[in-house]
């Protein structure tokens, strides 16, 4: 199974569902009269024109508010978007005459579009006033009936339509694919197992479920993408609630462990692909690099774990899942210590590369002493006695091996700096 797909396209701000090697990605769509009956919406949607184009396709999420396309301008209309006409463009129509109307509804609804609601139209139009109120003007109703276009009215404000509108098509219209897997919700991580048939998913999201984590879906997973590029993963309905393993055969993980085992839907957050070991295949031992899996045009991060006879596989996904979750706070242990090395090669230098000088010998007798810096004289010393360095390397070569001189008090020695000078006398 490839897990890669290719992006998709979005035409109209309606998303388009990428094609992908894992499975056949459909795109749904809504016929208005489903949307009028759904009780998702949340508000109720009247008829009042264009009954017969009820079974028109709703195929994009997004609504369309244009205010433009009134005045003939109809570059960027999507007609299998629902169309909105609110309170300023009904004030619009109100004040033009009934033949700027005609002309300007009838280019608006032979765009073939699905439906057209109008928002607010529980309140009695008053003539005189704003133009704001249920059916403003007749020609909208005439225009919608030729077109065969549904005419719906909505009893509240466009902004509050559109929340409902976008809350229901997102979900109804939402890109889905069916993969091969086994989904799990680890410590709240979604842990997509991928991999060949009899590898060992099944068998690892069991042991998962005993350790108090919760099964998702088993063998099929219906994956949905929801915006802002998230996937959430389902069961399918027939296989809700049931895991397959080889020699038990199926069982419901619900009716065994509770429903605190199981879980109906969640994002999916890392693919884990179960691979058989193999001693010549390498595998990421540092975690530096990062590998994702495209699934529905979202990328999400991708594990390849090799699996093989005594490795404890419930253990590993569980630290997969920690580690998720740190990465997911900022913390990304591979890189800080990959970091700490780098740093500790840094402050390693040879001896030649050393910052430290070599300690300063006094020149061998007969060789002559180099001149004293140009520059003002230092000030007279106040008479405090300097010891001598205790080591003999700072002795003239002939007292070498020599136990050093008693050296009076007030004296300075000849091994000592030239710059200190005896404490003046006093005259008189």
């Known amino acids: 199974m490839s897990g890669a797909s290719s992006g998709g396209q979005e035409g109209g701000g309606g998303r388009v569902p990428p094609s992908t090697g894992g499975g056949r990605a459909d795109r749904p769509t809504i016929a208005v009269r489903t949307l009028m009956a759904d009780e998702g919406l949340g508000i109720e949607l009247s008829l009042i024109a264009g009954a017969a184009g009820l079974d028109r396709p709703i195929m994009n999420t997004r609504i369309q508010k244009s205010g433009l ?61 704003s133009g704001v109120g249920f059916v403003p003007v007749p020609e909208l109703v005439q225009c919608a009936e030729e077109t065969g276009t549904p005419l719906l009215v909505s009893p509240v404000r466009s902004s509050a339509t559109i929340t409902a509108l976008h809350a229901l ?4 219209l939402a890109p889905r694919l069916r993969l091969h897997g086994v989904l799990v919700d680890v410590f709240g991580v979604g842990l997509l197992l ?15 479920v005993m350790r108090g984590h919760r099964l998702v879906a088993d063998d099929a997973v219906e994956c949905d993408y929801r915006p802002p590029g998230m996937v959430f993963g389902a069961p399918a309905e027939l296989l809700r609630y049931h895991l397959e393993v080889r020699g038990l ?35 990421d031992r540092l975690g530096l690099d990062e590998r994702y899996h495209t699934i529905l045009g979202v990328k999400i991060r991708e594990l390849v774990i ?68 140009p520059g003002p004289p230092p000030p007279p010393s106040r008479g405090v006695d300097v010891p001598s360095p205790p080591s003999s390397a700072f002795r003239p070569p002939a007292e070498r091996g ?12 000849a091994t000592e700096s030239s710059v200190s000078l005896p404490r003046p006398r006093r005259r008189g």
């Open 306 to 373: 090799p699996v093989r006879p005594g490795r404890d596989m419930a253990s590993i996904l569980e630290v997969a899942a920690r580690n998720e979750l740190l990465k997911n706070a900022g913390f990304h242990a591979a890189r800080e210590f990959f970091g700490n090395v780098e740093g500790e090669l840094l402050r390693e230098r040879s001896p030649e590369e050393s910052s430290i000088p070599p300690p300063a010998r006094l020149a061998e007798e007969g060789a002559p002493r180099s001149a004293a810096p």
């Open 69 to 129: 396309a009134l005045v003939g301008h109809f570059h960027g209309i999507v007609p299998t978007r629902v169309q909105i006409l609110g309170q300023t463009e009904l004030s619009f129509l109100h004040k033009l005459s009934r033949e700027d109307r005609l002309l300007s509804l009838r280019g608006f609804f032979e765009l073939g579009l699905c439906c057209v609601i109008v928002t607010q139209g529980d309140r009695p139009f008053d003539a005189n006033g």
């Open 194 to 208: 991928m991999g060949s048939s009899a590898i060992g998913k099944s068998e690892c999201a069991l042991d998962l």
């Open 402 to 413: 020599r136990p050093p001189p008693d050296r009076p008090s007030s004296g300075f020695s």
């Open 249 to 283: 055969g199926i069982l419901n993980v619900k009716d065994l462990f509770g429903v605190t085992s199981i879980r109906e839907r969640k994002r999916i957050d890392v693919v884990v692909k179960l691979v058989e070991w193999s001693k010549d295949t390498e595998y």
């Open 169 to 172: 098509l997102d979900d109804r």
